[in-house]
């Protein structure tokens, strides 16, 4: 859980749009790499030394890169679901990563087609093809860690998304980093389709 919101933390940084810098792109970048490349082992090995190291870097490396270039609607759709459900901080932003980056699709396929070249780097075809590699190698990831897809597995009822769509709305110091801007119905929408994707 935490490795995959470390791996948020450098594509939100990437992705940021008012503090996106240089800097930040590379230490994202760099971080990306790291733990794209060893979440897995370090997850299903957890005595390789070599593959907690990779983490513990890139880790730090994607930290450094949001300090300057903030998080965005993951992470703003992420805290309502821990603080009404409990749910830790890792598996809330992976339970909205890939709904919230098909949103984003429109204002930031280009960055993401970018950073597949990292997590997906088999991916081929148009720029629009390489980002919608980059969220399907991200779920074929959050499912190969063992974390449940969807909010539903999760155990977040039906009912609650409203209310959820409501508090994320709350989190503007987040929104307004996000690539494209998210209103109420759009946080409600990236719910519902967190909540019943498969
Ligand atoms: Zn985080």
């Given amino acids: 859980m935490t490795g995959i919101d470390a791996m948020v933390h450098a594509i939100e940084a ?12 590379n230490l994202a970048r760099e ?28 880790a730090c490396l994607a930290g450094q890169a949001f300090a300057n270039a903030p998080v965005a609607a993951v992470h703003a759709l992420a805290y309502p679901l821990g603080g009404h459900y409990h749910l830790p901080h890792g598996l809330t932003n992976s339970l909205v990563l890939p709904a919230v980056l098909e949103f984003n699709m429109p204002t930031a396929w280009e960055l993401y087609a970018e950073l597949a070249a990292i997590v997906a780097p088999a991916a081929q075809g148009s720029g629009e093809a390489r980002a919608a590699a980059l969220v399907q190698a991200l779920r074929e990831l959050i499912a190969a860690i063992g974390l ?27 929104l307004v980093n996000n690539p494209r801007e998210v209103g109420h119905d759009d946080a409600l929408a990236i719910y519902r389709a967190a909540w019943g994707a498969l």
Wanted: charged content about 20%; overall charge positive; glycine content about 10%.
């Fill in 14 to 25: 990437y992705t940021s749009r008012l503090r996106k810098n240089p800097l930040s792109d």
């Fill in 31 to 58: 971080a990306l790499q790291l733990l794209g490349g060893n979440i897995h082992t370090a997850v299903h090995r957890g005595g390789d030394r070599d593959a907690r190291g990779a983490m513990l870097l890139g």
């Fill in 148 to 174: 449940p897809a969807t909010l539903q597995q999760a155990g977040v009822a039906e009912q609650d998304l409203e209310l959820l769509a409501r508090d994320a709305m709350q989190q503007q110091r987040l």
